[in-house]
Nanobody, 118 residues
Framework: VQLVESGGGFVQTGDSLRLSCAFAGGTFSIHATGWYRQAPGKERELVATITSRGSTSYADSVKGRFTISRDNAKKMVNLQMSSLKPEDTAVYYC?????????????WGQGTQVTVSS
């Protein structure tokens, strides 16, 4: 399973960005999927997740500002980010808990940089 992220960039405080992650690579089933981020010198942290049934969860730091969604037909997951703050600056990674055949594993994208200037 390949995860390809897009949509990162450089923005100002208060701006919005939309990250997208496309799943490719044959026959598979995506269970939960989500976004993580890693700022310089910090550990990777969970940002938001969404299950196959559409249940969502968010880190407290992004609640009310970020919205995760998935399009199962297009095999994509998106993260709409608004009211961005400098502390949102990080590399954002797409994650998928996917089943290929009888094996379920975690897969990661290559990461996309989000930089928020004050």
């Amino acid at each position: 399973v390949q995860l390809v992220e897009s949509g990162g960039g450089f923005v100002q405080t208060g701006d919005s960005l939309r990250l997208s992650c496309a799943f490719a690579g044959g026959t598979f089933s995506i269970h939960a999927t989500g976004w993580y981020r890693q700022a310089p010198g910090k550990e990777r942290e969970l940002v938001a997740t969404i299950t196959s049934r559409g249940s969502t969860s968010y880190a407290d730091s992004v609640k009310g500002r970020f919205t995760i969604s998935r399009d199962n037909a297009k095999k994509m997951v998106n993260l709409q980010m608004s009211s961005l703050k400098p502390e949102d600056t990080a590399v954002y990674y797409c994650n998928a808990h996917a089943e290929v055949g009888i094996v379920t594993s975690d897969y990661w994208g290559q990461g996309t940089q989000v930089t928020v200037s004050s």
